[in-house]
C-alpha cells in the first residue's frame, strides 16, 4: 500500500441510496507525495466529495479549491491565486468479471464488500491538473504577453534562485 492512501476516505458501508456530501480540508503534505510537496501547495486544500449512490453504483464528484502560491513565469513574482479541479468517477459494485468490459475509463469496479471509498489518488491528481500552465501577474505589460509562451517551472530551486534575479525586470521568455 502506497504512502498517502487514506487522506480521502469515505465510509460507504452502511450508506443509504442517494446524495451525500462530505467536505475535507487537508494540507498537500497530508498525502506524502513529491509532486504536491510543490510549494504552490503551501495553503489548506479544501476538498468537496459529492457521491450519488444507486443499487450498484456509485458516482464521486471530486471537487478541489486551494489558494496556491505561484509565481510570474515572465517575471517570477509571487500570484497568489486561486485554483479548482473538478473530477468524476464512477463505482460499479460487484464482480467485474459478470459486469464484462466497457470502455468507460472513469468506471472502476468495486468489491461488493468494500467499506469505504479512498479517493486519495483521484484528488491527489484532481490537484494536480489544477495548477494552470500559464501565470501572469499584471505588473508588467510583458507579464501578460509572455502568457502566450509555454512557462516551464523545470528548473531547479538552485538554479531558480539565480535566475530570479538575472530575471528580473528583463523581458524573457520561458521556453
Ligand atoms: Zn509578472
Known amino acids: 500500500m502506497r504512502k498517502g492512501h487514506g487522506v480521502i476516505e469515505i465510509r460507504i458501508s452502511g450508506l443509504a441510496p442517494g446524495r451525500h456530501v462530505e467536505t475535507f480540508t487537508c494540507r498537500a503534505t497530508d498525502f506524502s507525495e513529491p509532486g504536491l510537496t510543490d510549494p504552490a501547495f503551501s495553503g489548506d486544500i479544501h476538498v468537496t466529495v459529492e457521491l450519488d449512490k444507486s443499487d450498484r453504483e456509485i458516482a464521486a464528484k471530486i471537487v478541489t479549491s486551494t489558494v496556491a502560491s505561484l509565481s510570474c513565469d515572465a517575471c517570477l513574482a509571487p500570484v497568489r491565486q486561486e ?59 510583458e507579464c501578460l504577453e509572455d502568457t502566450a509562451t509555454t512557462g516551464s517551472g523545470d528548473e531547479t530551486d538552485v538554479a531558480r534562485s539565480n535566475w530570479q534575479e538575472q530575471l528580473k525586470g528583463l523581458k524573457h521568455k520561458f521556453d
Do not use: H
Not at 468490459?101 to 490537484?127: C, G, I, K
Not at 489544477?130 to 499584471?138: A, Q, R
Open 83 to 141: 485554483i479548482t479541479g473538478e473530477y468524476g468517477v464512477l463505482f460499479r459494485t460487484g464482480d467485474p468479471e459478470e459486469e464484462g468490459t466497457e470502455d468507460d475509463e472513469e468506471f472502476r469496479s468495486l468489491p461488493q464488500n468494500a467499506s469505504a471509498l479512498d479517493l486519495t489518488e483521484d484528488v491527489r491528481e484532481t490537484l494536480l491538473l489544477s495548477l494552470p500552465t500559464k501565470v501572469s501577474c499584471e505588473r508588467y505589460p
